[in-house]
C-alpha cells in the first residue's frame, strides 16, 4: 500500500553550509597565517620539506598541505575487540560511546567516599565497562597512584586489556610506554596482521593549546603514523583562557590545532588512520575551571562533527560528562544533555561517558551505570521512527475500531517490546506500589544496580597471555 520503511536517524545541524565553509577558510587561513610552534627537528624537516614554511620554531603550513592531508587520510577507521572482531566502525554519522582517562580521584560506590585512584580501581572500573552495553569501546579512566609514575600508565592499560575484551584509546607519556601498550595488544590480537586487520588500540595525543606542540607529543604522532597505530589529536583549547572566548573562533583554532598534527602524520606515513577532533568548552570566569558540563562544550562539539564530516575523517567527540560531585541530579541533566546532543550532531568516538566527574577530576562506578541507563534513552531516541505498513497500522486500526482496545490484538503482543523499559533503574511505578516495594529512592536503586554489576566477570584472558603480559611487565621502566 505504502512505500517501504525509509530508514532515517534524528540530525541536528549547528553550521549551515556557508558556516562550514568559513569555519574551514578561517582554519587554512590560520596554519597559513599564524602556524604553530614545533620545537622537535625532526618534525620540522619534514614540515620544511613538504612546503612549509619554517622560521625557527614557527612552522606556518600552506592550504594546499592541510588539504592534501586530508585528502591522503583514510575516512574511516574500525576497530576491534579482543577476538578480532571488527566492533567500532568510526565513519559518517555513526556513533560509539565510552568513558575517558587520568582521573586523580575515585568515589567508592560501597562508601560514597572519595579517594586517590588506584590500579585496582582500574580493574573494577575496566570491568564495569565490560559489563555495559552501551559502552562499545573503553579507557583507563584513572591514573594509577599505588604504583611508581614512570609506569602507572602501562599499569593501567594492562588491567583494561585484562579486564574487557572491547578495544582501549589510551593515553600514555611518551613513545617507551607508546611501544610497551603496542607490544601488548599485538600479544593478545595474535600477532601484526591480526592486529592491521581490526586494530585494538587508539592513541590519544594532545598538542597545547594555543598552537603550540611540545616534543614528546610530536614523537608519538610520528611513532603511530608509522606503526600504522590509530591517532586522535585532540587539543583541549578553553574558551576565554587558551583560546578566543567567542564560539566560532574557538572552533576555528581548536581545527587547525588538530588538523595540524594530522599534516605531520600524513608527511610520515601517507594513509595512517587518524581521528580528529578538540575538546572545546569554556572557562567558568567564576571559578575558573574548564566545565566539563558547559551547554556550550556541546555546542562547539557539534559543530567540530560537523567538520569532521564535511572533512571525512572519524570524530573524537565529548559527552557524558558533568562539573557535579556525585551521580546526581546535576550530572544526570548535563549528561542526556549531552549524550543526546553528540549523537544528534553525529559525533563518532565520543570519550567521557560515565567517567568524568567534577570536571574531570573523579571516577565514580556508579556514574557509569547512570550513564549507560540514559544511553538507552538516547539509542532508543535515535533509532527513529520506522514508517511502513506494519507500523502505520491500518489494518490493525480497522479491525478494533472505534471505542475497542488494543490489548489483547496480536499487534500489541508483537511490538510492545519495542518500547525501552529500565531494568531497575528509573521508576515507574505508581506511589503506592513504590511504597510496597521499600520506597528505594533513585540513589539507593543505583547503589544497588552498580553493586550488581561490579559483580561481572569478564571472559579470562589465556593462562599464557597473562604469564606473557607479567613478564613484559618486569621490563618496564
Known sequence: MFSPDLTFRPRMSVLSPAQIEQIHQATLELLERTGVQ????????????????????????????????????????????????????LEGDKSWFGPSVDCIDYLDPATDQRRRF????????????????NFTWVMTIGMADDVPPNIADRVVARQVFTYTEKPLVFCCKDVNSIHDIYEMALLIAGGEARFRQAPTIVHYSEPISPLVYYDP????????????????????????????????????????????????A????????????????????????????A??????????????????????GTAGCSDAKFPDPQAAAEVAFSCLSSALAGANLIHDAGSWLDHGSLAS????????????????FMGGLPVNDETLALDVMDRVGPGGHYLADDHTVKHFKDVWYSKGLFDRTIYQLWQAQG??????????????????????????????LAAMAQHWN
Open 38 to 89: 614545533v620545537t622537535h627537528g625532526r618534525a620540522r624537516e619534514l614540515l620544511q620539506g613538504a612546503g612549509a614554511h619554517v622560521d625557527g620554531n614557527r612552522v606556518r603550513i600552506p592550504a594546499w598541505m592541510v588539504e592534501d592531508a586530508i585528502r591522503t587520510a583514510p575516512s574511516r577507521v574500525v576497530l576491534g575487540n579482543r577476538s578480532g572482531e571488527r566492533r567500532v566502525f
Open 118 to 133: 588506584t590500579s585496582d580501581d582500574c580493574r573494577v572500573t575496566a570491568t564495569v565497562a565490560d559489563a555495559l552495553p
Open 217 to 264: 607529543a610530536v614523537d608519538k604522532i610520528l611513532y603511530c603514523a608509522e606503526m600504522g597505530i590509530p591517532l586522535i589529536n585532540f587539543p583541549a583549547p578553553q574558551g576565554g583562557s587558551t583560546a578566543p572566548a567567542t564560539f566560532a573562533g574557538e572552533v576555528v583554532q581548536a581545527s587547525a590545532e588538530s588538523l595540524s598534527g594530522l599534516v605531520m
Open 266 to 293: 600524513q608527511l610520515m606515513r601517507p594513509g595512517a588512520p587518524f581521528i580528529y577532533g578538540a575538546f572545546t568548552t569554556i572557562m567558568d570566569m567564576r571559578t575558573t575551571i574548564f566545565s566539563y558540563g
Open 295 to 316: 551547554p556550550e562544550m556541546s555546542l562547539m562539539t557539534a559543530a567540530l562533527a560537523q567538520m569532521a564530516q564535511h572533512y571525512r575523517l572519524p570524530f573524537f
Open 365 to 380: 562506578p556508579g556514574f557509569m551505570v547512570l550513564v549507560n541507563e540514559i544511553l538507552y534513552m538516547v539509542n532508543q
Open 439 to 468: 520506597s528505594k529512592r533513585f540513589e539507593e536503586r543505583l547503589a544497588a544496580k552498580t553493586a550488581k554489576i561490579m559483580q561481572h566477570q569478564p571472559t579470562p584472558l589465556p593462562d599464557e597471555i597473562l604469564k606473557e
